[in-house]
């Protein structure tokens, strides 16, 4: 467990610096929502005539007047597109880094093999992002207290359960990405990560490109789906399942056979 634990150092610093934005991003947020309770009536008509921006972001579903309406909308687009963003900076970078900070040869020269190498490196992409979202559940559970407002567990649970999948298999698809590039990689899994939030928006938009939602893990991840039915949708979850194994049967497969640059 060498490298395992190598990279759990590295990246340590890293973690609680976007645990801590993230976690004090949900805090600030959650700390409006007195304010916005009070002017709820007026905030709602107004979402509703916004039309097309209102359907975008779940808020037609959503009523934040009510605390886990509001924590669905504004905590869940902060939870999204953060927690999206740093799966995808450490899926990217675990294999291409080698080639980018030249250690590959260094990591290579020892007795272990390519495959356990990966295995290892894939396991502290796993345990980064699960730190990462009990941290959130943690702090957005204090938050609610914050504020003295009621939480409905069951889908708090389901929507933490799928922000933590969606991660996972953003990190899963850039691991693999991060198999086939050597320099340039973070660029590459920051936009596909901001792509794949964007397909979500355009998913919602119109029904002629719903297909879209088969594509990205923000489309079961959707506080706006989950919150209202407390339930996820089976097929979209499993669909995002068997990317992230296939995704991982590329990287290692890829990865094994690769030449290397030292």
Avoid at 111 to 117: E, L
Avoid at 157 to 181: D, G, K, R, T, Y
């Amino acid at each position: 467990m060498t490298v395992f634990a190598h990279e759990m150092r590295q990246n340590c610093r890293m973690l609680v610096i976007w645990t801590l934005v993230i976690g004090g991003m949900i805090a600030v947020c959650m700390a409006m929502f007195p304010e916005m309770e009070a002017q709820s009536a007026d905030l709602n008509e107004m979402f509703a005539s916004m039309g097309v921006f209102t359907e975008a972001f779940g808020m037609d579903r959503l009523s934040i007047g009510e605390p886990m309406g509001f924590f669905g909308v504004e905590v869940g687009s902060v939870l999204g597109i953060g927690g999206a963003f740093f799966a995808a900076y450490l899926g990217i970078r675990m294999l291409s880094k080698e080639e980018t900070e030249h250690t590959a040869e260094f990591l290579l020269t020892h007795p272990v093999s390519r495959f356990s190498v990966a295995a290892q490196k894939l396991a502290a992409v796993v345990a980064c992002i699960v730190i990462l979202n009990v941290a959130c559940a943690a702090c957005s559970i204090a938050s609610f207290e914050m504020v003295d407002a009621a939480i409905d567990w069951e889908p708090f649970w389901l929507f933490c359960a799928a922000e933590l999948l969606m991660q996972l298999e953003i990190a899963c698809v850039c691991f693999a990405l991060s198999a086939f590039i050597g320099r340039g990689s973070i660029g590459v899994g920051l936009g596909f990560a901001a792509l794949l939030y964007f397909l979500n928006i355009v998913a919602s938009l119109s029904d002629k490109v719903d297909w879209l939602r088969f594509v990205t893990p923000f489309a079961y991840a959707d506080a706006a789906s989950i919150i209202p039915n407390a339930a996820l949708d089976e097929t979209l979850v499993g669909l995002g399942v068997l990317y992230a194994v296939v995704a991982l049967v590329i990287a290692v497969s890829v990865y094994a056979r690769k030449d290397i640059a030292v």
